[in-house]
């Protein structure tokens, strides 16, 4: 942002340019206003088109035959209600308000709330970050606030959880005081007793020279606390003794929604004393060590950071946090992480994901990495509050990292390529905790859109049909011929089923690994071809579902796979819950393992590696069609779609190799392309642009 506020400023000075940056910062803020307000308003409608009975579930524990307004008894008395007994008596209204315009006024209410939450959170930028980031900052966080978790929790639940959020950020960014006024502390205190844990806040005026403040957030905190023992002694008697003891109001501590230290303990199968003299040794050391880390950000003027961080901490050491209780970690993003601009953007990635997505989309379904799925915002929050390295405001590269290093390809054949002039090549790595983020979240969306392109048995048997008429046309109807003659052979038929099983991913995964490691710009290069290739193939899924051979009825095919399949019964047994059996136009096996085969025929040293990636493809394509789990000409569209992933690539960003001299500060394509023989090639290899880009950017 600093670099490119110069290069505004340039034009201003140079007298030309700078009203059409202006101008598009306008039309970025009114593009960016108006996805909040859509996200917004689809929020609202997904809630209010449902059922009365559906929506806002936990607002039964208001308006409910059982609910708080209707129980002369216990607060607790249901089972259902969680929150303290100060936020029983003061949001009785709230719920009456609620239960007259049935879920409208609350709903409505909490979209508010979100709106605010957006607005306030981009006033506290620190001063460093520009007017133009400011102006843009308020719609992307309510867009990324109405896409977390813990708000569509909120609006699709009917909590109220945002509430002290809000209490806290107005308390701190809003209202201030920092003569030592008592408002901030008012608000916060008021926070507190409606979720206890906020009280860790005070320590943090404390820490940073309000002690007055603090001092009032205990106060305020100690009053309403009290004012609910003498109206309800009974029901503040079992908040004490069931939630602060860890017991739990509502669910069960130890579900995966408790995403605090005391919830992971207990899944850990740890309970009685021994959890609980953890879990206070734990939330002691998760205390001092993240009140200090975020003392010292808000003495570096970093407060939004500071509030994000003691929030992650209250987080960790509360005895339930459930999802909607995790707005703080969102409000991390705030930090900067990274000596290097490539690198700046990971922290803001992983912690979007992590609030966007469920824990099963980001990892895999592997008994090793259970704990960590379940407990990923936890971790989040921990990491946040106790070890993210977020740089301070003194550092050389707060304000400017080490620079990017950017190439050129070379000159396309067309004039017009590439059409992405803005997709600038780079031949470093790229971080590889995001690629595999975004290689297992794309493939879980993939696999997604994937199954729910699903069509319907008569349309995806009238396309096989057609399929076939066309290869008998062709005379390339062999599928048959080659399935009875595999099952007819014992050792071909394991052999092929062998292989369609096991190196559909293997091999593709192998070969990016390879070039990520020995040749990070083509692997770039590949990795976008290989996703171009994919998404064209979820479209051909889409427009065209398509019944494989084998569960084409009367035909004679012979699974051998999956074994025998019930074609008589629509969802073909137990295959149908795992993938979508008419995603077979075009067949990814084969257009993977011909991407596979493609990318070691041009990048490979060795004429032998050559010939071996070839035998990829060729086996693939022998298995599919044996083993009758897809047609020839699936194949064909497998082909289809990988040449036009390569053909994109190609079009948008130019050239697979490299113009020599093109790295940001480096040599001179006729000086770095000299050779021995002081001729230039005017080419150069990734492993040199890489070298004399790193120089460059140490000088």
């Known amino acids: 942002m600093a670099n490119a506020e110069q290069g505004v400023r340039g034009s201003t000075v140079a007298g030309s340019g700078f009203g059409s940056v202006e101008g598009g910062y306008g039309v970025a803020r009114a593009v960016l206003w108006a996805l909040a307000a859509g996200l917004a308003v689809r929020q609202a409608v997904a809630v209010l088109r449902l059922p009365p ?37 003061v949001l009785k209204p709230l719920g009456r308000a609620a239960e007259q315009a049935l879920g409208v006024a609350w709903t409505l209410g909490t979209l508010l709330l979100v709106v605010a939450l957006g607005v306030v959170a ?68 008021l926070g507190a007793a409606l979720q206890p844990v906020v009280l860790v806040f005070a320590p943090l005026l404390w820490l940073t020279g309000r002690r007055r403040q603090a001092l009032t957030t205990v106060g305020t905190f100690a009053l309403c606390t009290t004012l609910a023992w003498v109206a309800l002694p009974s029901d503040s008697w079992t908040y004490v003794t ?67 961080i003691t929030g992650c901490v209250a987080v960790a050491i509360s005895p339930t946090a459930w999802q909607h209780q995790l707005l703080w970690l969102l409000l991390a993003l705030v930090g900067r992480v990274g000596t290097r601009a490539a690198d700046r953007p990971v922290w803001p990635v992983v912690v979007v994901i992590v609030m966007t997505l469920p824990g099963r989309m980001m990892l895999p379904n592997m ?22 390295p977020f740089l301070t405001r003194t550092s050389p590269y707060f304000a400017r990292p080490i620079p990017t290093v950017y190439v050129k390809p070379v000159a396309a054949r067309w004039r017009r390529i590439p059409l992405a002039p803005f997709w600038r090549r780079l031949v470093s790595r790229p971080n590889l905790l995001l690629e595999l983020l975004a290689i297992r979240v794309g493939y879980s969306v993939y696999s997604h859109i994937r199954a729910a392109a699903t069509g319907g048995r008569e349309a995806a048997e009238s396309h096989a049909q057609q399929i076939l008429a066309i290869e008998e046309a062709l005379g390339i109807d062999i599928e048959r011929w080659a399935n009875h003659a595999v099952v007819k052979a014992s050792w071909a038929e394991g052999f092929f089923d062998f292989y369609y099983t ?58 051998t796979v999956h074994g025998p399949q019930d074609l008589a019964n629509p969802d073909y047994g137990p295959m149908t819950t795992i993938t979508n059996q008419y995603a077979a136009m075009p067949s990814l096996h084969f257009g993977w393992s011909l991407w596979c085969g493609i990318v ?53 960003a130019g050239p697979r190799r490299l113009q020599a001299g093109a790295a940001a500060g480096a040599q001179p394509a006729d000086d ?28």
Request: net charge positive.
């Open 242 to 308: 069931r939630h602060l003891a860890g017991a739990g109001l509502g669910e069960s501590p130890d579900s995966l929604a408790n995403q605090s230290l005391h919830g992971a303990l207990l899944r850990l199968g740890l309970e009685g004393p021994l959890e609980i003299a953890l879990f206070v040794v734990l939330a002691a050391a998760v205390c001092f060590v993240g009140l200090r880390r975020a003392a010292r950000y808000a003495l570096d003027g970093q407060l939004l950071l500071a509030v994000a």
């Open 367 to 388: 008994t090793v990495l259970h704990f960590v799925r379940d407990n990923v915002l936890l971790i989040t929050a921990l990491a946040a509050a106790c070890a993210v």
């Open 672 to 699: 770095a392309g000299k050779g021995a023989g002081g001729k230039s090639s005017g080419i150069m290899t990734a492993l040199d642009v890489r070298e004399e880009g790193t120089k460059s950017a140490v000088r």
């Open 600 to 652: 070691i025929v041009l990048l490979a040293p060795k004429m032998w590696m050559k010939l071996l990636g070839l035998l990829h493809p060729l086996f693939t394509v022998c298995a599919i069609v044996a083993t009758a789990n897809h047609w020839v000409l699936d194949a064909a569209g497998g082909a289809l779609v990988v040449g036009l992933g390569f053909a994109l690539t190609y079009v948008l």
């Open 502 to 559: 096991s190196f559909h991913f293997v091999v593709p995964l192998a070969i990016l690994a390879v070039l990520y490691v020995r040749r990070p710009a083509d692997y770039r290069w590949a990795r976008a071809s290989l996703a171009f290739a994919t998404l064209l193939a979820l479209l051909g899924f889409w427009l065209y579902p398509l019944a494989p051979p084998r569960l084409m009825p009367g035909l004679g095919y012979i699974d």
């Open 122 to 189: 981009a006033r506290a930028l620190p001063g460093t970050v520009s007017r133009r980031t400011r102006l843009l900052a308020a719609p992307v966080a309510i867009s990324l606030l109405m896409l977390s978790l813990p708000v569509r929790n909120s609006f699709h639940l009917g909590q109220t959880s945002i509430i002290p959020v809000l209490l806290v950020l107005v308390g701190f960014f809003v209202v201030r005081g920092e003569r030592g006024e008592p408002g901030p502390g008012l608000l916060i205190g």
């Open 53 to 89: 009975g559906e929506r806002l579930l936990d607002l039964e524990t208001w308006i409910g035959d059982n609910g708080v307004l209707h129980v002369s008894g216990s607060l607790y008395e249901s089972g259902k209600f969680t929150g303290t007994p100060f936020a029983g008596l």
